[in-house]
T-cell receptor, first 109, second 114 residues
Framework: EDQVTQSPEALRLQEGESSSLNCSYT??????LFWYRQDPGKGPEFLFT???AGEEKEKERLKATLTKKESFLHITAPKPEDSATYLC??????????FGAGTRLTVKP | GAVVSQHPSWVICKSGTSVKIECRSL??????MFWYRQFPKQSLMLMAT?????????EQGVEKDKFLINHASLTLSTLTVTSAHPEDSSFYIC??????????FGDGTRLSIL
């Protein structure tokens, strides 16, 4: 069975304090690993898709990387507006998606 | 702009009534739409997957007679919570995909049953 485990469950950073969020996965035939951002009371907002080990994607202060077992979402010099829950999901070769429980990020000014 | 529109965003109703939630794909033809339920501080729980023109596939433990899903067109899916009770109160989120694009999510519907 496909599994997605995100860590840490919650992360509190000072503004400007860079860090990384982890997404470990096992999947039957990876057809994409996805990162989403979810603000309270809103639906998830798509950030990145990664398809193969070694791939990297960047958007503003965020950079996502992928290996055969895990993905990292690196946040460089975060700002308070980066506070949100970050969700990781994998799609398998049946096109089924499985989401992790998310990491709740709080960036304090 | 929004790729998936979900309506209404908030519903409060009495126990025993039925509630319909709409999910529209605005920018692409969604061959597949997904319905999720989310409890506070928890991740998304997939309820059902619906392909346009066919019956929805429900996840284990989800009552198909209680949560009626219709996906009559490539841009619209509806979820009807029938005879809703307080335990059905939750945040319901839809998403749409054409199986090539990543899932794009609506902004969710907060359902409160009194």
């Amino acid at each position: 069975e496909d599994q997605v485990t995100q860590s840490p469950e919650a992360l509190r950073l000072q503004e400007g304090e860079s860090s990384s969020l982890n997404c470990s996965y096992t999947v039957s035939g990876l057809r994409g690993l996805f990162w989403y951002r979810q603000d309270p009371g809103k639906g998830p907002e798509f950030l990145f898709t990664l398809y193969s080990a070694g791939e990297e994607k960047e958007k503003e202060r965020l950079k996502a990387t992928l290996t055969k077992k895990e993905s990292f979402l690196h946040i460089t010099a975060p700002k308070p507006e980066d506070s949100a829950t970050y969700l990781c999901a994998v799609r398998n070769n049946n096109n089924d998606m499985r989401f992790g429980a998310g990491t709740r990020l709080t960036v304090k000014p | 702009g929004a790729v998936v529109s979900q309506h209404p965003s908030w519903v409060i109703c009495k126990s025993g009534t039925s509630v319909k939630i709409e999910c529209r794909s605005l920018d692409f033809q969604a061959t597949t739409m997904f319905w999720y339920r989310q409890f506070p501080k928890q991740s998304l729980m997939l309820m059902a997957t619906s392909n346009e023109g066919s019956k929805a596939t429900y996840e284990q433990g989800v009552e198909k007679d209680k949560f009626l899903i219709n996906h009559a067109s490539l841009t619209l899916s509806t979820l009807t919570v029938t005879s809703a009770h307080p335990e059905d109160s939750s945040f319901y989120i839809c998403s749409a995909s054409d199986r090539v694009q990543p899932q794009h999510f609506g902004d969710g519907t907060r359902l409160s049953i009194l």
